[in-house]
């Protein structure tokens, strides 16, 4: 089995991460070109320049339990993906243009492979974990009683969210446990500074992207993916009066709008920044 990456491991990799030089305006558009025609080659090429930024970015899901180099596989993965979409006559770089799809390919692989999307992933059952998490409840009748879900179910349940404590927080050798170790991961207080800055700007754009949406897209982008408990298609479908495939498609649209107008607005910072 391979092992997840300790601290000296990940110490040694940022190190060397970081003495990789950045790519230039101009070599991110020839490798992107060619990457988009074909070459593999190029990919890897891009990958291993942004990687820095990808890592970055898989540090702030290090404590969903999931191995890090996992993560930072799905973030290049993400990238990758952002690459094949990306157009630099836009004026903006990829990395600014590839932070959404690196955070959305984690954020996917994370939630399916946490073990409770893979028991099931009813809203109820959500309620459930958060109110675990909070609360560390052992008991099935006040966790079902605050979550809404069966005594039955929170039976089955509570095992498995116990056996997680125990997995991040037990150690019997004396040795510090896995929770200790991501507990002591932090990125320094220059890339602290630049993802709260880089949040900052993403979420003001994201704001603007969507107040600028027609109001029933703007109700199913925000009840779909902005609430912690997000509503399904045909639940949005009854809403409106429409069918879920007619909510799916409206969904789509909307958020190739949101993304070519955060793309639009980050520009302008892009270019500042190159």
């Not at 970015?57 to 930072?72: A, F, H, K, T």
Request: charged share 30%.
């Amino acid at each position: 089995m391979r092992a997840s990456w300790d601290r000296t491991a990940l110490s040694t990799y940022r190190a060397a991460l970081e003495s990789r030089t950045p790519l230039t305006a101009d070599t991110e558009r020839e490798l992107t070109a060619k990457l988009q025609a074909g070459d593999a080659t190029a990919g890897g090429k891009l990958v291993r320049a942004c990687m820095p930024f990808v890592l970055t970015v898989s540090l702030e899901y290090r404590r969903w339990g999931v191995p890090l180099e996992d993560i930072v596989q799905e973030g290049s993965i993400g990238l990758l993906k952002a690459a094949m979409r990306f157009n630099p006559d836009k004026g903006c770089r990829l990395i600014t243009y590839a932070a959404y799809w690196i955070r959305a390919e984690i954020r996917d692989y994370v939630v399916r492979s946490y073990r409770m999307v893979r028991l099931g992933a009813s809203k109820g059952e959500r309620r459930a974990l958060r109110h675990y998490r909070k609360t560390r409840e052992r008991d099935p009748q006040e966790l079902a009683l605050a979550s809404g879900i069966s005594p039955q179910r929170a039976e089955l349940l509570l095992p498995m969210l116990m056996a997680r404590d125990v997995t991040l927080d037990a150690s019997d050798s004396g040795e510090p446990s896995p929770g200790d170790r991501l507990a002591d991961i932090r990125p320094s207080p220059e890339e602290e500074t630049a993802t709260s800055e880089e949040r900052s700007k993403m979420s003001a754009a994201l704001e603007v992207a969507i107040g600028e949406l027609p109001p029933r897209e703007q109700t199913i982008i925000r009840t779909r993916w902005l609430r912690e408990d997000p509503l399904t298609l045909e639940e949005v479908g009854h809403q409106f009066g429409i069918s879920k495939e007619r909510v799916r498609q409206l969904e789509e649209r909307a958020k190739k709008r949101v993304r070519d107008r955060i793309v639009a607005l980050m520009a302008p910072e892009a270019q500042a920044a190159a």
